[in-house]
């Protein structure tokens, strides 16, 4: 079973920041891709930032120069910087891995979301 906590969000004033983090635990063999995701009220889920683990990073343009994603390979971690933040990028924010995992004594897919974390931006 693989874990994927996430925190950092909150409420910010718009030009503000804030770095969200998620760390994933289990029996993980390796990790692949990272990335983040936003999904806004009345609004499909989209993709914020990935990044591999030859650490290529992808942003979408609507963040391009404001978002920084990293990672921290030996302990499973991904992070979001956030800055310069508009009201537009309020909603709710999850981490994905992919990866494989160990089930007993076999390698297995991994694909897993975390639970989400807030991020409103507000005056």
């Known amino acids: 079973q693989v874990q994927l906590v996430e925190s950092g969000g909150g409420l910010v004033q718009p030009g503000g920041s804030l770095r969200l983090s998620c760390a994933a635990s289990g029996s993980i063999f390796s990790i692949n891709a990272m990335g983040w995701y936003r999904q806004a009220p009345g609004k499909q889920r989209e993709s914020v930032a990935t990044i591999t683990s030859g650490g290529s990073t992808n942003y979408a343009d609507s963040v391009k120069g404001r978002f920084t994603i990293s990672r921290d390979n030996a302990n499973y971690t991904v992070y979001l910087q956030m800055d310069s933040l508009k009201p537009e990028d309020t909603a709710v924010y999850h981490c994905?891995?992919?990866?494989?995992?160990?089930?007993?004594?076999?390698?297995?897919?991994?694909?897993?979301w975390g639970q989400g974390t807030l991020v409103t931006v507000s005056s």
């Open positions: 994905h891995i992919d990866g494989r995992v160990w089930y007993g004594n076999f390698l297995h897919t991994l694909d897993a």
